[in-house]
């Protein structure tokens, strides 16, 4: 037969973060808090931010998700577009834009604008909240989602 032993648990007190840890955390903040600091003090241009370039095409386009994975798409006169079943990231934006408007107490079912701009790059832009998703930046299967609910070349 075998038997367990059980071992006795340090006390509580005995559990600390070694105080190099905790000065490497202080001097992370700080360098944080004097970055953002300089960043702000002198105006300096912001990076990582999408290029604004002119819209080429858009839609408007009203998405009504089911549950976890079905999106009907529509116009906004409520004409349908398109019922997926498996609707993946065109679900995933639904939701948020749902859980966005629930945020800013806007109701369901507003249509929001899907565009394609001169640089390529591709939005989805809901007008009763002000949010927006840069969708190029998910990959160019979550984009080719959207894109082909768009017009080929130019246009509304």
């Known amino acids: 037969m075998v038997h367990a032993t059980l071992r006795k648990s340090a006390p509580r007190g005995d559990e600390k973060i070694p105080k190099p840890i905790l000065r490497l955390m ?11 600091t300089y960043a702000a003090l002198t ?20 998405i009504e998700t089911g549950d976890a ?7 906004p006169d409520r004409t349908l577009i398109e019922h997926l079943d498996h609707g993946g990231f065109i679900t995933v934006v639904g939701s ?20 394609r701009r001169a640089n390529g790059r591709f939005s989805v832009i809901d007008p009763a909240t002000g949010w927006s998703m840069e969708l190029t930046i998910f990959g160019a299967d979550n984009e080719a989602a959207f894109a082909r609910l768009l017009p080929a070349e130019g246009g509304n």
């Open 69 to 75: 994975q079905s999106v009907t798409l529509y116009a």
């Open 43 to 62: 105006d300096a241009p912001h990076v990582g931010v999408p290029v604004d370039s002119p819209v080429i095409a858009e839609r408007q386009l009203v």
């Open 96 to 115: 948020a834009i749902d859980r966005e408007r629930a945020v800013h107490r806007q109701p369901a079912g507003a249509p929001v604008t899907l565009v």
């Open 26 to 36: 202080l001097a992370l903040v700080l360098a944080s808090l004097a970055v953002t």
